[in-house]
């Protein structure tokens, strides 16, 4: 599937990215290689309080998931409920990568089928405690030009 975006002469506009404070970065960036097929695509070193950073991306569109390397920035994590939201081509794949994380202790609840939008679903730790959702079958667009409404379950 191919993200249309929005670009106004060099900018992007709209959701851009997630910044996440981790203490180990290249443990981190394994993480979101191995878990959510991110590649880095931007780094530097920094200074003061962040060592390093690094910007994590798919090929589909212009989100990045902004890991900042710090031994003295303290945030919360994003979960046990909030997290990354990250869609799989197929239920094997989320199957594949549940295995993985066990073998690895760091799943966090395992695959369930939660039905039609929610899809097939699973939460997986990363090393700083933030969760990531894996699953398949999540039905998420959204029409410039439509409205939502809440549907009672």
């Known amino acids: 599937m191919e993200l249309n975006m929005t670009i106004v002469g060099d900018n992007d506009l709209g959701l851009t990215h997630v910044a996440l404070v981790v203490r180990d970065l290249d443990r981190s960036r394994r993480f979101y290689e191995t878990f959510a097929g991110l590649r880095m695509v931007h780094a530097r070193e920094a200074g003061g309080a962040i060592q390093r950073v690094a910007w994590m991306a ?28 990250l869609a799989c081509a197929t239920r094997d794949e989320v ?3 549940c295995a993985l994380a066990q073998a690895e202790g760091v799943l966090r609840s395992p695959p369930v089928d939660g039905g039609q939008p929610v899809g097939y679903w699973a939460y997986v730790a990363d090393p700083d405690g933030n969760t990531l959702e894996v699953s398949f079958g ?7 030009s439509g409205e939502a409404s809440f549907q009672r379950p």
Do not use: Y
């Not at 890991?67 to 997290?83: I, K």
């Open 58 to 85: 798919d090929r589909h569109g212009a989100f990045a998931v902004v890991l900042v390397e710090s031994c003295e920035l303290n945030d919360t994590p994003l979960g046990p409920f909030g997290h990354l939201g």
């Open 95 to 97: 199957d594949r990568l």
């Open 138 to 144: 999540q039905k998420i667009r959204f029409s410039a």
